[in-house]
């Protein structure tokens, strides 16, 4: 749509101030203004993403005809197009992949029960604005990550129908997120650390089905993997993040994971990065124990010392605070549903005996005590 404003140069409107006088030319400039007013305020004149002229899908008039809608559309649309301008040909093409993914997953998750998009349904509006805001805030993980190296969402969504055999359930949907490095963006002497990169972020494939015996068409999943930050600069962290909800089932399930790569060595963490020796599995388990069983009371389920032992001893259980290493758990680990993913924090400074000299030092010194 052409801007109203540029058929209005100063000259004319000179003129027109001058002749504003006249009775009849008052009238004619209040009707102008009225004209200009629609045109700048209408939803044709807010949706940047597409022409709301030309707008014939059901889910292009939802948009149209929502002001709030059609303006974050075009804020997701400029986001996009700034991504997308910054990847080379192959990520350029995956995340591409992913959009129209989108495009096609959020029409088909907000129809109503006959299958369509309902472009006077504030139901049909709400589900949209949430889905905008989801698609908006995983764009934005896009940035310069470790030694600059360009960090992109790779995405997936699907909507199927639903076979639980529920009334009140219709479809079953599924998200996935990864981020990904662009390996081709990447300067010939950081390609060998982008490669790495990306074959340890996509080295273990997400699964978004047959989550305890659940099919993908009896529940709806949400998986995450994304970077998290680390106390250590030698250590590159993420983050698996994943929702499962069963068709009928009482309650959602939620888990989380960590991975974490070696900047040092360019290779994944191994637990010999950050403790040396044995002991530290039997000081550490120690120290997890004791700090649930204060933290969970009665809510601490773990029968067996050698079944704790088994979790906090892998690394896809810890993450690196500037405090401690904090030991994460999904629900039904050490305790019942009711209390949540419980974490504990075991201070750096218990575990000074056991940790890698190396490690030890890249932690953050704390700084020193005011006289």
Known sequence: ????????????????????????????????????????????????????????????????????????????????????????????????????????????LCANDAGKIDPKSDETLQCAKTEYAARIATLKLQKRSVENLLAFPVSHYRVLKSTAGLDFIKNAHHTETRMAIDVDAAPAEQKALAEALNHWLGAAPIETSNINGEDETTSDTEIQLTFRDAASPLILSAQQSGFLMGHGAAHPLSTASQRHFNLLSKRPLRTDDIFQGKEWEEVLTRLAEKALKKQLADNYSVDKVETLKALVVQPEHWVFDKKGLTLTFNPYEVAPYVAGAPEVTIPWSSLTSGLNPVFVASLPKAPAPRR
């Open 1 to 108: 749509m052409a801007d109203p404003m540029t058929q209005w140069s100063p000259g004319l409107i000179l003129k027109l101030f001058l002749l504003s006088s006249l009775p009849s030319m008052r009238i004619a400039l209040s009707l102008v203004a009225f004209v200009l007013s629609f045109l700048l305020e209408s939803p044709l004149s807010l949706a940047a993403s597409f022409d709301c002229a030309k707008a014939k899908k059901p889910a292009e008039l939802l948009i149209c005809g929502a002001p709030a809608l059609s303006k974050v559309d075009s804020q997701m649309g400029e986001i996009y197009r700034k991504n997308l301008a910054e990847l080379s040909p192959n990520a350029a093409q995956q995340f591409k992949d992913g959009q129209r993914d989108w495009l096609i997953y959020w029409p088909g």
